[in-house]
């Protein structure tokens, strides 16, 4: 960063301190989050389930969620683990309007993914959309802000107007696997099908892999050969709540 672009965001801070995305007090002068906080965060870690990349213990494979679904989806990836510091992240990234988390959020995703990226290399990512009716109340899909930054530090183009929530779900908090499925029935839809082979797909939470999943189903028959994914945080699977 060139001096004088240094010296203009200091001045910004300065005027208007940002809030460290993970103890939401303001944040060092000049930076996103408290150095602290940033040493604290919960990284997923091996071992990890082969498919969604949730933690798992040392002689596991794959997490029960895996093993008992088939999944549309190739293979995922979490940064973190949904613990109580990182609930409060997200629910006031996602619902109370601290949309300026989503570049801190989204930059720590793709550092923590980033071979990954390599590995799967697709044409191009896909946020998870919103409906009409939520984007309109909460003015912005925080998807599609983690997947901006993504791009932008990855060089993989962003595609906003392929994959359509054309379904408005009722609230997710508290259904188990089942009921997820059942609730996300015919919740996407594919505008156009001029697709790469690959793509990624970003969301905030993985939790039972349901919307990942039929978002990969809807994808896969619009002619995409492999998907993929990334969020920030990875739930507890069956027992998740959120």
């Known amino acids: 960063m060139s001096p004088l672009i240094q ?7 300065l005027l208007y301190p940002r809030r460290c995305p993970f103890c939401h007090d303001v944040a060092p002068v000049g930076k996103d989050a408290c150095p602290g906080c940033l040493e604290e965060l919960p990284y997923v870690e091996e071992p990890r389930c082969r498919k969604c990349g949730k933690p798992v213990d040392e002689a596991q494979v794959f997490c029960e969620d895996c093993m008992e679904t088939r999944r549309s989806f190739e293979e995922g990836c979490s940064a973190f683990v949904y613990d109580d510091k990182l609930r409060e992240t997200i629910r006031l990234f996602k619902n109370k309007g601290r949309a300026e988390y989503g570049s801190v959020l989204g930059r720590l995703l793709y550092l923590y993914a980033r071979r990954e990226l390599k590995r799967w290399e697709p044409g191009c990512i896909l946020p998870v959309p919103v409906h009409e009716k939520r984007l309109r109340a909460r003015g912005y899909n925080q998807a599609e802000l983690l997947a901006r930054e993504i791009s932008s530090l990855s060089g993989i183009p ?3 107007d392929v994959l359509l929530r054309v379904d408005q779900t009722t609230a997710m908090w508290g259904l188990d696997r089942k009921g997820r499925k059942k609730n996300l029935r015919r ?7 001029a697709l790469p082979g690959r793509v990624l797909l970003v969301d905030d939470i993985l939790t039972t892999g349901s919307t990942l999943d039929a978002c990969a189903m809807v994808l896969k028959a619009a002619g995409v050969r492999e998907v993929y994914f990334v969020t920030v945080c990875t739930g507890g699977g069956e027992a998740a709540r959120y």
């Not at 010296?7 to 801070?13: E, F, I, K, N």
């Not at 919740?187 to 099908?193: G, Q």
């Open 7 to 13: 010296a203009g965001r200091t001045a910004v801070d």
């Open 158 to 160: 962003l595609r906003t």
């Open 187 to 193: 919740a996407f839809a594919v505008k156009e099908e």
